[in-house]
């Protein structure tokens, strides 16, 4: 329980995807504009890292190591897939305003480094927890980064007015130069979480899993 718990809120703080590992930061930073679709996108990917991770750690010793990468990317694809047609099908609006990111999520390297570097290698056990950790991990930065930017920016939280009438947006806030800004924050106060947090000694199978994206490949 002890170690399925360490899992699990390590994705969340100490090694979050976003804030300590510094990967997915394009999409990342492209959907806040609205929380809606932080929201929308940290679910998402959440559900692919999920069922990737499942999958991959239960065939891992079946899965031939010299094509392990393009097995890898046939199954995130799949339920990278199943993701999109479930929005396109229920959420259309929201599938239009995220746009080609959420196909993007097969190369996302947040997934990519995940499978690679920990699914891999580690008991289906171990997995459910590390990809939840990770996923809401992704997700409540964006949600949070996306809060701040949709109220600055245009003065609404999920498209409901929240600011007096007479507010004037901020338009900084909706360009990119503001989300930079807005997620230097957000790492400055993860930094200052992790500070106070106990040390804790890392997870076997863990150090190290930036996986195959960290290792040269470009980041999405």
């Known amino acids: 329980m002890k170690r399925t718990l360490r899992l699990f809120t390590n994705g969340l703080v100490r090694e979050n995807p976003l804030l300590m590992l510094m990967i997915g930061l ?7 504009t609205a929380v809606a679709n932080g929201i929308g996108m940290g679910l998402s990917m959440t559900f692919v890292l999920l069922m990737s991770e499942l999958v991959i750690s239960l065939f891992r010793k079946l899965i031939p190591g010299s094509i392990r990468i393009p097995v890898f990317i046939i199954i995130i694809a799949a339920f990278t897939t199943v993701i999109d047609y479930v929005l396109k099908a229920w959420f259309p609006d929201l599938s239009r305003a995220m746009g080609v990111f959420i196909p993007l999520i097969v190369v996302n390297c947040i997934i990519m480094g995940r499978v690679e570097g920990f699914a891999s290698k580690q008991p289906p056990g171990d997995v459910i927890p590390d990809a939840l950790g990770m996923g809401l991990g992704y997700t409540w930065v964006l949600t949070g980064i996306a809060v701040i930017r949709e109220l600055l920016g245009g003065g609404t939280i999920l498209g ?61």
Do not use: M, W
């Open 160 to 220: 409901v007015p929240i600011l007096p009438a007479d507010y004037q947006p901020i338009l900084f806030f909706v360009l990119p130069p503001g989300g930079f800004f807005v997620f230097a924050l957000f790492i400055s106060l993860n930094l200052f979480i992790k500070s106070r947090l106990k040390p804790v000694e890392a997870i076997p199978g863990q150090e190290g899993t930036g996986g195959h994206c960290g290792s040269g490949g470009v980041r999405q």
């Open 26 to 32: 394009c999409s990342s930073l492209a959907v806040t």
